[in-house]
């Protein structure tokens, strides 16, 4: 079975200093604008850039976040999965899985998978949920390790599927992204408006997955 590293090599960093991070929220236009529209995060405006900018998530996907929480992408992936949607019916399967080490409160038509989703019993929890499907997109909001053992992509993504990740401007960015182009027929990278200007976060974007040959 093809092996992807990249898939599995993705995990959340240290985070700045609790002082720090306040002081910088409290001052930040965009988490003010966050809280105005009733989202969870300021991230929430990262994903709607990349979304328009790739046309990464459709009405009907089936999405996996991972390190969802606190729900920032989650919130804006479940909206465009059901865009036009009013009042979807109450016993519709679910069409995002939110995965994160923290627990946290899930909207409609989210299930919320709380664990490390490298460890086999977390993926066949995702895949319970999913009821067999296998995604349209796949989202992560971490930056990736190279330091992981390998997963196997053809097992998650549908084909065709899009494949979004925070790197860093880094030579272990750069090589992440040169490990994606095997499995899509496009990779860019794109740097949304609303990431801080002092942060060195871009993200690579997957168009089009596909198994390559052995």
């Keep these: 079975m093809l092996q992807l590293r990249w898939f599995s090599s993705i995990r959340k960093g240290k985070s700045v200093s609790s002082a720090r991070w306040l002081a910088r929220q409290q001052n930040d236009h965009v988490v003010k604008q966050a809280k105005r529209e009733g989202l969870r995060s300021r991230a929430a ?31 804006i992936a479940i909206d465009e999965c059901r865009k036009g949607n009013v009042n979807p019916p109450s016993d519709a399967r679910v069409q995002v899985v939110a995965v994160d080490l923290l ?16 460890l086999p019993d977390v993926r066949e929890k995702i895949s319970v949920l999913l009821d067999g499907r296998k995604a349209d997109v796949v989202l992560s909001d971490m930056a990736p390790s190279f330091s992981e053992r390998p997963a196997h992509g053809p097992a998650v993504f549908k084909p065709g599927g899009r494949f979004v990740s925070k790197i860093l401007r880094s030579p272990a960015g ?38 390559p040959p052995p």
């Design 174 to 211: 750069d090589q992440f992204r040169q490990e994606m182009k095997p499995f899509f027929t496009d990779v860019k990278t794109f740097k949304p408006e609303s990431s801080r200007t002092e942060s060195v976060e871009i993200f690579a974007v997957g168009l089009g997955f596909r198994t």
């Design 103 to 118: 627990p946290f409160d899930a909207f409609p038509g989210v299930g919320v998978v709380v664990g490390d989703f490298r």
């Design 45 to 75: 405006f990262k994903l709607r850039e990349l979304n328009a900018k790739y046309d990464l998530i459709r009405k009907g996907n089936v999405v996996i976040d991972l390190g969802a929480a606190p729900g920032g992408w989650t919130q």
